[in-house]
């Protein structure tokens, strides 16, 4: 299954398991696949470097090279307008447009609020859990 992960998701995976950890696991079990652009790699890679400038431990590198190899990159073109209430989460609907992927996994309520925009819905990690990811 293809999906798009919000920044918050890919993160919160990473180093606070919960339903986004188990997101980042079925990736590694080859059950759901990541479709990003380069604006939302670029988003991931900002927020890296912000979390390691506070917290040394923190190294998000090793994931983002996952992701160049084991994630789906597509070109996004910007949307013809805003669609969310925040801007900044236009990139994710315009990635999952522009590959007609059906899903966005957020916590984040400006993408949430736009569950079911040209079909696309955006679901929150443990609704995409308990939907997608059981048995």
């Not at 998701?9 to 380069?38: C, H, M, N, T, Y």
């Not at 998000?60 to 090279?65: H, K, N």
């Not at 992701?67 to 801007?87: I, K, Q, R, T």
Request: glycine share 8%; with cysteine; aromatic share 12%.
């Amino acid at each position: 299954m293809r999906i798009v992960l919000d920044t918050n998701v890919f993160v919160s995976g990473i180093f606070f398991g919960g339903p986004p950890g188990k997101i980042l696991e079925a990736w590694r079990d080859a059950r759901v696949r990541p479709v990003l652009s380069a604006e939302i790699f670029e988003e991931y890679r900002r927020v890296g470097v912000e979390l390691n400038a506070r917290y040394s431990y923190v190294d998000l590198e090793p994931f983002l090279a996952l992701l160049g190899v084991h994630a789906e990159f597509v070109e996004a073109p910007a949307l013809n307008g805003p669609v969310a209430s925040d801007p900044d989460d236009d990139k994710f609907l315009a990635c999952a447009f522009a590959a007609g992927v059906p899903l966005i996994v957020s916590g984040d309520r400006h993408l949430l609020e736009q569950s079911g925009w040209r079909g696309i819905r955006v679901l929150k990690p443990r609704a995409f859990v308990d939907e997608y990811l059981r048995g």
